[in-house]
């Protein structure tokens, strides 16, 4: 079994990774979005975020430089690398396979063997 720690990091990084695929965004666009996205079923706090954007900014699948929010404020914006977006499209791949796994196991008839 995969460890639930590696899980939960490779899952945030996916979601980040697809969150950039629209556009560069700073990191509180990032959480506002997933949690939008997310319905209010996710929660995305600072402590986890940050280290998401580091991590797979030291992996090249992102980028970041300096600029204004929508508000004027100066941010550190994220974009997504060619790397990113190659990651991004194996990433949501595996994540298919394994929800369309999972989703056939829960959903199967008691009955069945």
Known sequence: MADPTELLHGTLD??????????????YAIARW???????????EEGSLYPALY???RRGWIAAEWG????????????????GRARLAVETAQW??????????LHAPIDAT
């Open 68 to 83: 204004l929010s929508e508000t004027r404020r100066r941010v550190k914006l994220y974009q997504l690398t060619d790397e």
């Open 34 to 44: 997933l949690e939008a996205m997310g319905a209010d079923a996710l929660r995305i």
């Open 55 to 57: 991590r797979l900014e």
């Open 14 to 27: 996916t979601l980040v990774l697809k969150t950039l695929a629209w556009g560069p965004r700073h990191g």
């Open 96 to 105: 298919s396979r394994f929800a369309d796994a999972v989703g056939r196991i």
